[in-house]
């Protein structure tokens, strides 16, 4: 019997390793697996949004507030190993019935704890003076911010091994190991793990996880392309969305949406998104969308036209029907855990995610009451479409 | 009357012309892409042509070989556009390939029309598609490869080629193939001195495979002219010697050199200096232009000198559907090879889809593909990539140098973050990120992220450097303004 750690972890991206280094800091014997090496999923493929003012109120705007914490705060002497930047968002309208809505959005978020406030033209041409002068206003979210996803992957994970945690590459799990009615650990292409609880940290593939132990844990792709332009000087200085994009991640329309969202990086390079349909696996590039992007990017920043793509990478978003994490132990599969589905917006929940669950895998109380995310509260049926 | 195949050929090199002159020849409508202004790729790059050229005065066909073979090619090709059969889109590059359910082939067109300007962007379909794009030089991180002056073997050569400029007059050449033959010889009969060749092989490869290149004899005779230049302008030919550093404060003054021991390990004590230096010429092989292949997931293996290459089969069919490749993106091996390669590639790619390939349509081509391919395995095998360098990089050596990446970041990233490709070396360096998409730096970041592996995990990691959607950058308003449905 290979040496037991008290917890393994499947899945090297952000919140495997969140997960990692707040079990790692609670004394916890931590395992992590990956079957390729850290951040080698969605993780890498998203632009590190740690957002409030996209979030629907309810647990998900909650989870955010909280995570947003530990970002600042418990993980505040490592802020700048993965390029943190509290650069606030920019929720532009540009026509009066947006305008309207802003205002409606704006009010209930500051009642629930967001920091949101109005600029009117002349503000937002002071924020950003490259704007389309057909925007009208705007939504200013100076709690927004970002970090670079895959070095705060790789660098959670390094603090996490620190700390103790052992990290094993190149080990794709195979089926997971039961005995008594309990997972007690797993099989992998680098051999066999025992462990006191097994963590499902496989983002857009935990659906494969959790079936090996019969269970429907119910997270599909979405995928998401970003463009990724030549280096210029900084002409854009927050992250600069369109008031549709609010709208379109809260959707769950199958077909193609796409909604500009703008940002400016630390390394010059301006990455234009987003874009947003579920159609699988299907890694193929959908020049639909890229058109789409391109048209409403070059709607908000007309300087946008000119300037010179270099590249461009899509990224499948683990998405759950309910737009809720599934996050917590799996009644239905005693010994297995779950820290996955979070959309478009693992980053930014990830740190707060890993924090609760090694709360909870330590058996204590957690700061925030998770039953919103059970992964219980799916049915146990088979997944309704099958799009792996 | 069956309705004409359209085939479209990517570049104007020797695989490309020829491929479009025996496609024409087939009966088939042709378009030919082509990066340059004018056809003939970087092996025939030439003096810029007189605007309204007559058909008949030749182009200047100064520092050339196989010259008789470029102006019957370009024969054909200008007939072809004479005759309405081909469109020529010269300055024009591809930056989007894909395959359609159809199987016809899609291209997402740019054009260069004048500095700074840009053409309306086009679509273009066609029934096949011929790659003929080649191949550049491989570089690798030395320290004081960044300074003014120095530049690769094959720049050296376009500039005396295309422009007649000289890129120095002191100039030494290092790195390892025969590559670096023709261009001291062109320095030379420039009037720029060679101070060096630096050739990291011992050359003993060579004698251990005499067959391939005496099957060859036309190389033979090219060599022989090279080494009479050699002896005739006294440029010292050094073998087991690599360039360890480069020196200067603006730009390149010297260059320190050493002799290798039979491992290609730096031989303590034998380090040299060459002064006075204003120009350094480095060429380590080639690296093939592949990622319009990549893009349609066609198969690809590692060749003998470590580039990746696109599986053909005999009539130069990749495993995609409708897509040809010829010349050095099948495996580095000059123009000859590229030329009967693209022979038979045109051939293919004209048949109509009921009809079958015959070997003696091109029985020819095939012949001497088989005889030149054996060359080049000699010649990669005579002329690894040496591995010297990286032992030899200093902590602030710049690897990629579109994102100011340093060695010792990359190798930081790999050691402390476990980044153990160039792609988590990419995403947590940004070596690779820039302007060039890992074209120059995706080799070394691959070697240094597998730590000199030369197997499957080193062939993984620069197979993932070639994926690159988009092939070059593409103004944002051409992606805005594509076309709903692409015309035919």
């Not at chain 1, 794709?172 to 609880?197: D, K, N, P």
């Not at chain 1, 005693?334 to 895998?361: D, F, M």
């Not at chain 2, 040299?272 to 990549?294: P, W």
Request: net charge negative.
């Amino acid at each position: 019997m290979a040496q037991g750690s008290d917890v393994l972890i499947i899945g090297a991206g952000i919140i495997g390793s969140a997960i990692a280094y707040f079990a790692a800091k609670q004394g916890l014997g931590v395992t992590v697996l990956d079957s390729a090496g850290p951040a080698s999923g969605t993780s890498s493929r998203c632009e590190g949004n740690i957002l409030l003012s996209d979030k629907e109120l309810g647990p998900e705007l909650e989870l955010s507030q909280y995570s947003l914490g530990v970002w600042k705060n418990d993980l505040a002497e490592f802020a700048q190993l993965w390029e943190f930047e509290a650069k606030g968002g920019l929720v532009v309208a540009s026509k009066e019935s947006s305008r309207a809505s802003l205002d409606r959005l704006t009010t209930a978020q500051r009642s629930n704890g967001v920091t949101a406030e109005i600029l009117d033209r002349s503000q937002l041409v002071d924020a950003e003076p490259h704007i389309s002068p057909e925007a009208l206003s705007a939504a200013y979210y100076p709690q927004d911010s970002q970090v670079q996803p895959m070095l705060a992957a790789s660098w959670l994970l390094r603090l996490a091994c620190d700390a103790g945690a052992r990290f094993v590459p190149n080990a794709r799990v195979t089926a997971l190991h039961q005995e008594h009615g309990r997972i007690t650990g797993v099989r992998s292409t680098a051999g066999f793990f025992a462990a006191g609880s097994v963590v499902n940290a496989t983002g857009t593939w935990a659906s494969n996880i959790a079936g090996m132990a019969e269970v429907a844990v119910p997270v599909n792709p979405r995928k998401g392309f970003v463009m990724v332009t030549e280096p210029l000087p900084p002409k854009i200085f927050h992250k600069v969305y369109a008031a549709e994009y609010v709208d379109n991640v809260g959707s769950s329309d199958a077909g193609l949406q796409s909604s500009p969202v703008v940002e400016g990086t630390p390394a010059g390079s301006i990455l234009i998104g987003s874009s947003r349909e579920r159609v699988g696996f299907d890694g193929s590039v959908n020049l639909e969308a890229l058109k789409a992007m391109a048209n409403n990017a070059i709607n908000l920043f007309p300087f946008l036209r000119d300037v010179k793509i270099l590249r461009h990478y899509h990224g499948f978003r683990p998405y759950c029907p309910d737009h809720l994490p599934v996050i917590g132990h799996d009644e239905r599969a005693p010994g297995l855990w779950h820290a996955a589905g979070h959309e478009g917006a693992g980053i930014g929940l990830s740190v707060g995610t890993g924090k609760l669950l090694a709360q909870a895998l330590a058996g204590m109380d957690t700061d925030m009451d998770l039953s919103p995310f059970a992964p219980h509260r799916f049915s146990n049926q088979p997944l309704v479409s099958k799009e792996s | 009357m069956s309705q004409k195949i359209h085939v479209a050929v990517i570049g104007a090199g020797p695989a490309g012309l020829a491929a479009a002159a025996n496609a024409l020849a087939h009966g088939a409508q042709v378009t030919c892409i082509d990066a340059n202004d004018q056809p003939g790729g970087q092996y025939w790059r030439h003096r810029l042509e007189q605007p309204g050229r007559q058909p008949g005065v030749q182009p200047d066909s100064t520092g050339h070989h196989d010259w008789k073979t470029y102006l019957s090619l370009r024969a054909a090709f200008d007939a072809g556009i004479a005759a309405g059969t081909l469109a020529y889109l010269p300055n024009t590059q591809v930056w989007m390939a894909q395959q359609r359910e159809d199987e016809r082939i899609t291209l997402q067109l740019t054009s260069a029309t004048a500095a700074g300007t840009q053409a309306p962007a086009s679509t273009l379909t066609a029934d096949r598609l011929v790659v003929a794009t080649g191949a550049y030089d491989r570089q690798i991180p030395i320290p004081g490869w960044d300074l003014p002056g120095v530049m690769t073997a094959g720049a050296v050569q376009a500039l005396i080629k295309g422009q007649g400029v000289l890129a120095g007059q002191r100039i030494v050449l290092a790195g390892t193939g025969p590559f670096l033959l023709p261009v001291a010889s062109n320095v030379a009969h420039a009037g720029g001195s060679v101070l060096a060749i630096c050739e990291s092989a011992d050359l003993s490869g060579w004698l251990k495979n005499l067959k391939a290149p005496l099957a060859v004899p036309a190389k033979g005779i090219e060599g022989a002219e090279y080494i009479w230049d050699l002896l005739r302008h006294r440029i010292p030919y050094k073998r087991s010697t690599v360039i360890t550093a480069i020196h200067g404060a603006e730009k390149v003054e010297a260059v320190s050199i050493a002799r290798t021991d039979k491992t290609g390990a730096v031989i303590a004590g034998s380090e040299e200096r060459i002064e006075n230096v204003d120009c350094v010429g480095l060429g380590f092989g080639f690296t093939t232009q592949l990622e319009l292949l990549t893009a349609f997931g066609v198969a690809t293996h590692m060749d003998v000198d470590g580039s990746l290459v696109a599986d053909v089969d005999e009539f130069q069919l990749t495993s995609g559907a409708n897509v040809l490749a010829a010349g050095e993106v099948t495996g580095i091996g000059g123009a000859a090879l590229a030329v009967a390669e693209g022979t038979v590639a045109g051939y293919r790619a004209a048949l109509g889809s009921g009809q079958a390939p015959q070997q003696s349509e091109v029985a020819k081509e095939l012949k001497t593909i088989s005889r030149h391919r054996a060359f080049a395995r000699a010649m990669h095998q005579a002329h690894q990539v040496p591995d010297y360098w990286s032992g030899n990089l200093e902590e602030d050596t710049v690897v990629c140098r579109c994102e100011e990446v340093t060695a010792g970041e990359i190798i930081q990233a790999r050691d402390e973050l476990k980044a153990v490709d160039a792609r988590s070396i990419k995403s947590t360096t940004r070596a690779g990120m820039g302007w060039c998409q890992g074209r120059v730096c995706g080799y070394a970041a691959s070697c240094l992220a597998t730590c000199g592996d030369k197997h499957e995990a080193f062939a993984q990691s620069v197979a993932n450097t070639y994926k690159r959607p988009v092939s070059i950058p593409v103004p944002l308003g051409e992606i805005a303004d594509l076309e709903d449905s692409p015309k035919e």
